[in-house]
């Protein structure tokens, strides 16, 4: 579905990425770990068309989307939430969704479909029902997250990317968001998942990336990864077993 191949990008002179490659399968959840300046926002920035490449290629369900500008990307079907949500706080949370939705005019959706699909997203997150005619910059931190993701729907995307969505929020939130993200996988989303808590990461994604200046140091499935010893005590924390060795 999206594939990011041998990608080389950065910023003026300075290269971030250096050949980075992944590859998420329709219906699947990749996740994407690293360190703080790994490169992992880089990455997502590449694929939504937010930052071109010096090289490489990314494909969306086989269409060469390389370079393309962001609005063309989202036509293309790739929904992008980024790091620190990028909520329209001055609108209200009801019209915030419809701005998801504002590709699809270009392609003459029917205004029914789009309520209808504003609607599944009320469904899916009761608070931003109870709060539609509230400024989003209103919202706490958890709901203008979930504000951001149900946006990104709004596109009916054919891959979801999540930047961080765990970030700034309290442990209660962070369970709800990932819960959300559960059940989009259920459901037959395609996601690409960057996320400062590995474990958590792993406990969703079919498989993972871990990344390291730049480059794809190790990948691997959930299971495969949480057995290494280096990425256990790098990202996961060491177990009880070796603490007390």
Do not use: C
């Not at 579905?1 to 329709?26: F, P, Q």
């Not at 269409?63 to 706080?89: K, M, Q, S």
């Amino acid at each position: 579905m999206l594939t990011i191949h041998d990608i080389h990008a950065g910023y003026g002179r300075t290269e971030v990425l250096h050949g980075i490659s992944i590859n998420i399968e329709t219906g699947k959840l990749v996740a994407l770990i690293g360190a703080n300046g790994a490169g992992k926002t880089t990455t997502m920035r590449v694929a939504s068309g937010m930052l071109a490449p010096q090289s490489g290629r990314v494909t969306l369900d086989g269409r060469d989307i390389t370079g393309l500008p962001p609005h063309a990307v989202a036509r293309a079907g790739l929904a992008h939430v980024p790091e620190g949500r990028r909520i329209f706080p001055t609108l209200s949370v009801e019209d915030n969704l419809r701005v998801g939705a504002f590709t699809r005019s270009a392609w003459g959706v029917a205004g029914r479909d789009v309520e209808d699909d504003l609607d599944s997203v009320f469904q899916r997150f009761s608070r931003l029902r109870e709060r539609r005619h509230q400024l989003a910059g209103t919202l706490s931190g958890g709901e203008q997250q979930m504000l951001a993701i149900g946006r990104a729907l709004m596109l009916r995307p054919k891959v979801l990317l999540l930047d961080e969505p765990s970030m700034g929020l309290a442990p209660k939130l962070v369970e709800d968001v990932f819960e959300t993200i559960s059940q989009l996988k259920e459901g037959g989303v395609t996601m690409l998942l960057v996320e400062q808590f590995a474990a958590a990461a792993l406990k969703v994604a079919d498989y993972a990336y871990v990344m390291e200046g730049g480059r794809m140091a190790i990948s691997g499935t959930p299971a495969q990864l949480r057995d290494d010893p280096a990425i256990r005590e790098a990202y996961l924390g060491k177990t009880r077993e070796e603490q007390t060795s």
